[in-house]
């Protein structure tokens, strides 16, 4: 099983920017996908996940991004994103996607920065 | 929202003490979703417990977790040089939240 991120970098406040997790090793569209942040030198925080297509395939948000962040899936390609929308200062952190909420396998990170 | 409070937030022990850690949380955590985690420095976190006391495959008998309710321990009965790291809870219901971290630091 492995979970390989892309798309961070840094980024201006109010703009987008979209991280994507591709998996593999594993059957993609069986599992929730799952994405928690770190901000720098802080603790982890949980941002969002979005079940299986068996499953309705919606989306639950944490109250901090939710309307501005929105969790996508494409089991086709075994990939799962992360829309990033209205980006804050406050949103600077390291993104991680995981299978499953009780996560046994993460990405490896990816570093987004907001500033101007 | 279950807000889950670690405590200690710092806990200076040396290798081969027992360590008790805990992780109190706002509401009953349902169906016994709760979790630990342990986080070293550039590392994504790595699950031991999961179901409250569940050991995660590969995880070291040393590691165990306890409680129900709104009360969990994680406990580790002899501590390695390699345990020394952040370690957090979490509640993994329909909205999942974290504690805080505690750091488990050598004495």
């Known amino acids: 099983v492995q979970l390989v991120q892309s798309g961070g970098g840094l980024v201006q406040p109010g703009r987008s920017l979209t991280l994507s997790c591709t998996g593999s090793g594993f059957t993609f569209g069986d599992y929730i996908m799952n994405w928690v942040r770190q901000a720098p030198g802080k603790g982890l925080e949980w941002v969002g996940f979005i079940r299986t297509k068996a499953n309705g395939g919606t989306t639950e948000y944490a109250a901090s991004v939710k309307g501005r962040f929105t969790i996508s899936r494409d089991d086709s390609k075994s990939i799962a994103y992360l829309q990033m929308n209205s980006l804050e200062t406050e949103d600077t952190a390291v993104y991680y996607c995981?299978?499953?909420?009780?996560?046994?396998?993460w990405g490896q990170g990816t570093l987004v920065t907001v500033s101007s | 929202e279950s807000v889950l409070t670690q405590s200690p937030g710092t806990l200076s022990l040396s290798p081969g003490e027992r360590a008790a850690l805990s992780c109190r949380a706002s509401?009953?955590?349902?169906?016994?979703?709760l979790a630990w985690y342990q986080q070293k420095p550039g590392q994504p976190p790595r699950i031991l417990v999961y179901a409250v006391s569940t050991r995660a495959t590969g995880v070291p008998d040393r590691f165990s977790g306890s409680g129900s309710g709104t009360d969990f321990t994680l406990t580790i009965s002899r501590l390695e040089p390699e345990d020394f790291a952040v370690y957090y809870c979490?509640?993994?219901?329909?909205?999942?939240?974290f504690g805080q971290g505690t750091k488990l630091e050598i004495k």
């Open positions: 509401q009953t955590v349902s169906t016994n979703y």
């Open positions: 995981s299978r499953r909420v009780a996560a046994t396998f």
């Open positions: 979490q509640q993994y219901g329909t909205s999942p939240t």
